[in-house]
Every structure is written in C-alpha cells, then in structure tokens.
T-cell receptor, first 115, second 113 residues
Framework: GAGVSQSPRYKVAKRGQDVALRCDPISGHVSLFWYQQALGQGPEFLTY????????KSGLPSDRFFAERPEGSVSTLKIQRTQQEDSAVYLC?????????????FGPGTRLTVL | AQSVTQLGSHVSVSEGALVLLRCNYSSSVPPYLFWYVQYPNQGLQLLLK??????LVKGINGFEAEFKKSETSFHLTKPSAHMSDAAEYFCAVSETNDYKLSFGAGTTVTVRA
C-alpha cells in the first residue's frame, strides 16, 4: 500500500474487555513501532519490532499489553482487560531499516475509548 | 534520558505572519532532532530532521529549523503562514544509533485570516 494503515480507526470498549488493534506497515519495511498518544500529549514509545523479532518492549505499560508480528509484516497490539487509563490513540509506524536516521512513517492511529 | 520541551501548547498567527515554534531538548550527547506535523485524523508526517552537518535544516512546505547546540534548541520557523499550516506540531529527539523517538507534548497552530 501507499502508506501505513491501521484498523479499526475507532474502538469503544467496556472496561474489562480485550481489544486487538491492527497495523499494516509499508510493504518491505523492516522495522515497526507502536506508540501511545494520550489526549493532549505527544506520542510515547511502546514497542519495536525488527522483522518478526520484538527487540524492545520497554514502553509497554503493563503485562496486559501484548504485541506481535509473526510473519514480519502485519502487527497486532492486544490489550487485555482494558482499563479507563488505556484510552488513547495508538499509533503504528514503520521504517525501511530502523536506524534513527531513517524516517518513521506513521499510520492514522486507532482511537481507543474505554468506558 | 532524553526529554523534549515545547514552549507554548497553542500558537495563533495571522496569515502571512512568521510562524515560530520553540523546542528545547535535554540529552547527554547531541541527539538527532525531528519536527513532525499532524493534521486532524491523519498520521504524523515528517517535516524535517537534523542528524549531522549543516545546522540549518530546510524541510517541506517552507519550514526550516536551526540546531543550536549551545542553547539545546531546535526551533521551527516559517516566514509566512498559510491557512493550510493549521495543525499540531511535534518536536522529537532520538539518541544517535537509537530507534526510539521521544516526543514533546505538541504545539497546536491556528492561522487567522
């Protein structure tokens, strides 16, 4: 595709429900990132994949958050037993390599609202 | 650890006036520096970046930024604002050889006709 796509664009969950957020990176991009953007804040790093390997998950806020990229392309961010504080926009980005000089291309995000 | 401070959460300018968005960073070593723009319901788009070399960096849509090591700043400017510049702007840093971006809180720009 032409850019990074994410689905769904909007998700409303009741507290305690599990959710799954999908990211389709730009074809051929090795690296994939997830960020969380709370209302009125800048994005904060969650996790990083190089191909199918999750090399850094230091930003995941709790063990309720889980991300995978099994075939080195599409990625899913799963949040179990959602809490109100999980309400945020979840951004996915991909880059050709993964070095800091390489541009990260961002998707439009999934806005998660937990009631 | 790095941190990014964007002075002013909202900036309002008249069409045709100078746009100045301020960004200061804290880092133990000179980092790589970025400015991103976010339009409503769209992903972040890279405006420009500084890695090495010339400290004045030109980006898309007429924006430019200057890296000043002595001031630990990377302010974004555009000489003449256009209505289409209304958006949210984020300054970000990364350590050299690190993939993680650390973002500021963002500055929302409105342009008055």
């Amino acid at each position: 595709g032409a850019g990074v796509s994410q689905s769904p664009r909007y998700k409303v969950a009741k507290r305690g429900q599990d959710v799954a957020l999908r990211c389709d990176p730009i074809s051929g991009h090795v690296s994939l990132f997830w960020y969380q953007q709370a209302l009125g804040q800048g994005p904060e790093f969650l996790t990083y994949f190089q191909n199918e390997a999750q090399l850094d998950k230091s930003g995941l806020p709790s063990d309720r958050f889980f991300a995978e990229r099994p075939e080195g392309s599409v990625s899913t961010l799963k949040i179990q037993r959602t809490q109100q504080e999980d309400s945020a926009v979840y951004l996915c980005a991909s880059s050709r390599t993964g070095t800091s000089v390489d541009e990260q291309f961002f998707g439009p995000g999934t806005r998660l609202t937990v009631l | 650890a790095q941190s990014v401070t964007q002075l002013g959460s909202h900036v309002s300018v008249s069409e045709g006036a100078l746009v100045l968005l301020r960004c200061n960073y804290s880092s133990s070593v000179p980092p790589y520096l970025f400015w991103y723009v976010q339009y409503p319901n769209q992903g972040l788009q890279l405006l420009l970046k500084y890695t090495t070399g010339a400290t004045l960096v030109k980006g898309i849509n007429g924006f430019e930024a200057e890296f000043k090591k002595s001031e630990t700043s990377f302010h974004l400017t555009k000489p003449s604002a256009h209505m289409s510049d209304a958006a949210e702007y984020f300054c970000a840093v990364s350590e050299t050889n690190d993939y993680k971006l650390s973002f500021g809180a963002g500055t929302t720009v409105t342009v008055r006709a």
